[in-house]
């Protein structure tokens, strides 16, 4: 078991680093491509991917879903559901790593591998929720979703964009600020995405949970989502993903798995640096944006805009 999780970890690598050769040839435009109208990296989503994605592949209702707008903390989130599941269930253990867990990327034949995967898979996207296909609505899947401040986001993503061989970069934060503001980047707009999730906070196949509360107690969070999937975990269960699930474990985790992309995932993992980027004039902005989408909502609560994103 453990030489084919190292050989799966390889292959991964040596897939970042040819796709990462194969952008060096393109322009920026070749990096992206649009399907219904929302950017995507064009060297890791396909039409075909999507469309199997709605036709082929079977949601179960004992899968676990992570839905999060791009650098809110979905690799973080799926960390902790992998540690998890083979808590529940030893069986998964030599399924893990087989496919990308982002759904809209990678080949449609990834859909059958995870056909394969017993209970429970874990999974996720970036999808809208308009985009998600009605299979996971209509099967029960539970969605976990995910959000983090947007000031924190924009930040986060905008180094994304300037680090990632595999998207275009941006020339200056300024430009880049713009674009995010419009919803003119990859999977769009934050704002249209939360302002979608607000509605959707009710149904009991979701639970929405922050960066910021995990970075607050990272142990309470794994037993709020732990209770959620109605996973039974014992103290010293809780602990050991808690100290995997640690900015510094998972970085140091990724030197050996993958350490190009690990630079590029892990960055800097703090709450509030968007100070460091964003100018008066910014911040504002984006507070009267968030006042205009969120304010009063149970999602603007939820993501205590007044204590994460003003100075
Ligand atoms: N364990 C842990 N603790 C705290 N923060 C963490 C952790 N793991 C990942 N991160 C930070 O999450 C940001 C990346 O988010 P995503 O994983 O959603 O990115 S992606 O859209 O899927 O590429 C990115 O945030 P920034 O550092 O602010 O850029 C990561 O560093």
């Known amino acids: 078991m453990e030489g084919e999780h190292q050989n799966q970890e390889t292959d991964q690598k040596q897939q970042f680093d040819s796709i990462s050769r194969l952008a060096a040839t393109k322009t920026p435009e070749e990096l992206v491509f649009l399907y219904k109208g929302i950017q995507y990296p064009?060297?890791?989503?396909?039409?075909?991917?999507?469309e199997a994605l709605e036709k082929v592949f079977q949601p179960r209702p004992d899968d676990a879903m992570i839905i999060s707008y791009p650098k809110c903390g979905f690799n973080w989130v799926f960390q902790l559901l992998t540690s998890m599941a083979p808590m529940v269930n030893k069986n998964v253990e030599g399924h893990i790593d087989k496919v990308i867990p982002l759904l809209e990327f990678g080949k449609p034949e990834k859909f059958k591998v995870m056909e394969e995967s017993p209970a429970p898979r874990m999974y996720g996207t970036h999808l809208y929720y308009g985009d998600i296909p009605q299979s996971f609505f209509q099967n029960n899947t539970k969605m976990l979703?995910?959000?983090r401040?947007?000031?924190d986001t924009a930040v986060s993503f905008f180094h994304f964009y300037n680090k990632n061989p595999l998207i275009p970069s941006f020339k200056s934060w300024d430009e880049f600020f713009t674009?995010?503001?419009?919803?003119?980047?990859?999977?769009?707009?934050?704002?249209?995405?939360?302002?979608?999730w607000n509605k959707h906070m009710d149904n009991p196949n979701v639970m929405v949970v922050t960066y910021e509360e995990l970075k607050a107690d990272l142990a309470a969070g794994i037993k709020k989502i732990a209770e959620f999937l109605k996973y039974t975990l014992t103290e010293e269960q809780v602990q050991s993903i808690a100290e995997g699930g640690t900015f510094g474990a998972m970085q140091e985790k990724y030197k050996t798995k993958n350490a190009s992309f690990g630079q590029v995932l892990f960055r800097k993992g703090e709450v509030g640096d968007w100070k460091n980027l964003f100018t008066e004039a910014q911040s504002r902005e984006m507070d009267?944006?968030?006042?205009?989408?969120?304010?009063?909502t149970a999602l603007g609560k939820k993501l205590?805009?007044?204590?994460?994103?003003k100075y």
């Open 145 to 147: 979703v995910i959000f």
């Open 179 to 196: 674009r995010f503001m419009s919803g003119e980047v990859m999977w769009g707009s934050y704002f249209k995405y939360a302002v979608t």
């Open 288 to 296: 009267a944006k968030f006042e205009e989408c969120l304010a009063g």
């Open 42 to 50: 064009s060297l890791l989503c396909s039409p075909e991917t999507f």
């Open 304 to 309: 205590n805009y007044n204590v994460y994103c």
């Open 149 to 151: 401040n947007p000031k």
